[in-house]
């Protein structure tokens, strides 16, 4: 039932994190978390009120990057510390509305499911109540230590002077939130993964839940085939909406190397469909390549000088020569990948999509085959036209900014992400058509 693999999870969770910055990222510890319950969730309410929360709180921790690209790429000095208080008391009250209830649902499933399944384990005297409230306890207190040093840049704000400005402590206040936080986690560590072990140890648990999962889901493969569609179209349209450049200082904010582990995402769930894939891997995976070594030298580049010193520095105009014949091939893999990735998709919605009824005459059930392939095809040659589109007008902004006219230049960018964003609604557009007709095609399942 994968359950084990539970016992990673904490170890990804119980470290302190200064401000926005995690050393051991949180979201990767709610992934282990997602994968663990990925079948439980079928086998309970609560397991899956639980795997849908912990899936928001990767998410939402998956953007603790990007703010502090924006915060230290974007901002000014003086912004800066305000703009961090701000990003952790945001970040850290919605991981609280979240991760609380989350957790809470997971020890709730644990117990019911032992009660009704034969479970022991979970049920011997107080011990899954005790875990459940070191684990709210602890989650406040981590929320709280990271939140609470930054709200010394408060004190000195103002017009008052006789107030003490107790900012210059806050590299103090952090260092000792970081200690306490690391004293709880260990805590909470060790008697997380105590308990979650004596589950794992559980079998009568573990019968039960396989039995069900059997029942529900293994004996019948249409509510497998929508599953994995489903995890398609996800990768199919997180790669066009990473595909978009948001960028601060000449740096895009999102690297297209997220873009290629989608595509590579994609291509890893379509072999479960029995459909080509290795060939659609290996681009993806020369594509990330070519975006990391592209987003590096950009940024080497932009560090140093700005876009209109290439047409009056040599120097500059090596540094730009370093990156952009990168960002020109990583411009024509996302469109050899993202077309690879349309052609796959029709043939999968050729397979799976409609629902043809075995009482309707054959000439009914051709054409209303031929009407889903239609419409699946309009959306998909929409999708492509601007994908090729997209990619020209990426491999165009750097060099019309850096060698014609920078005015223009930030247009072609806009241009860009304008295209970008529309093909995100274009793929958005052909994700809910592809997974309406096949939810209607395994209906009875």
């Not at 994968?35 to 921790?61: K, Y």
């Not at 406040?140 to 004190?155: D, G, H, M, N, T």
């Not at 080509?276 to 990391?292: E, K």
Request: hydrophobic share 55%.
């Amino acid at each position: 039932m994968r359950f084990g693999i539970i016992l990673a999870a904490p170890f990804f969770l119980f470290n302190p994190v200064y401000a926005v910055i995690d050393p051991l990222p949180d979201w990767i510890g709610y992934v282990i978390l997602c994968v663990a319950l990925s079948r439980f969730c079928d086998v309970n309410g609560h397991f899956d009120s639980a795997h849908r929360s912990f899936f928001r709180l990767a998410l939402v921790d998956a953007l603790k990057p990007f703010s502090v690209i924006v915060i230290f790429a974007g901002m000014d000095l003086s912004e800066r510390s305000t703009m961090m208080l701000l990003a952790t008391f945001v970040f850290a009250v919605v991981e609280l509305l979240l991760a609380v209830p989350g957790f809470n649902d997971l020890f709730e499933g644990i117990t019911v499911f032992s009660e009704s399944g034969g479970g022991t384990e979970a049920l011997k005297g107080a011990r899954t109540r005790t875990v459940r409230i070191m684990t709210t306890v602890f989650l406040i207190v981590r929320e709280a230590l990271a939140c609470l040093p930054e709200f010394a840049v408060l004190s000195g704000q103002g017009y008052d002077d006789s107030r003490f400005d107790w900012s210059v402590f806050t590299a103090f206040f952090r260092t000792a939130a970081i200690m306490l936080c690391f004293v709880a986690g260990i805590v909470w560590l060790v008697s997380a993964v105590g308990y979650f072990s004596k589950i794992c140890s559980d079998g009568e648990f573990f019968e039960a839940a396989a039995g069900i999962f059997r029942e529900r889901i293994a004996d019948r493969p249409g509510v497998q085939i929508r599953r994995r569609i489903g995890f398609i179209l996800i990768f199919f349209s997180a790669f066009f909406l990473l595909s978009a450049d948001f960028q601060i200082d000449g740096m895009n904010v999102i690297p297209d190397l997220l873009c290629a582990a989608a595509g590579a995402g994609f291509f890893l769930t379509v072999r479960r469909l029995g459909r080509r894939w290795i060939d659609g891997t290996v681009m993806s995976s020369v594509y990330a390549v070519l975006a990391a070594v592209s987003w590096f030298f950009s940024y080497r580049f932009h560090s140093v000088y700005n876009d209109y010193e290439v047409q009056r520095s040599a120097a500059a105009w090596n540094a730009f020569m370093k990156y952009y014949p990168f960002d020109v091939a990583s411009n024509i893999l996302f469109a050899a990948v993202a077309l690879l990735m349309i052609v796959r998709l029709s043939g999968i919605a050729a397979d799976h999509c409609g629902y043809l009824s075995a009482s309707a005459s054959e000439e009914y059930r051709e054409n209303r085959r031929l009407e889903i392939l239609r419409s699946v095809a309009v959306r998909m040659r929409v999708c492509g036209a601007l994908t090729v589109l997209s990619a020209a007008a990426g491999i165009a902004y750097p060099w019309v900014t850096t060698l014609k006219d920078l005015v223009i230049g930030r247009i072609f960018w806009a241009v860009h992400l304008v295209l970008s964003l529309i093909l995100f609604v274009a793929s958005l557009s052909a994700y809910y058509f592809i997974k309406s007709e096949c939810d209607a095609r395994y209906m009875l399942d």
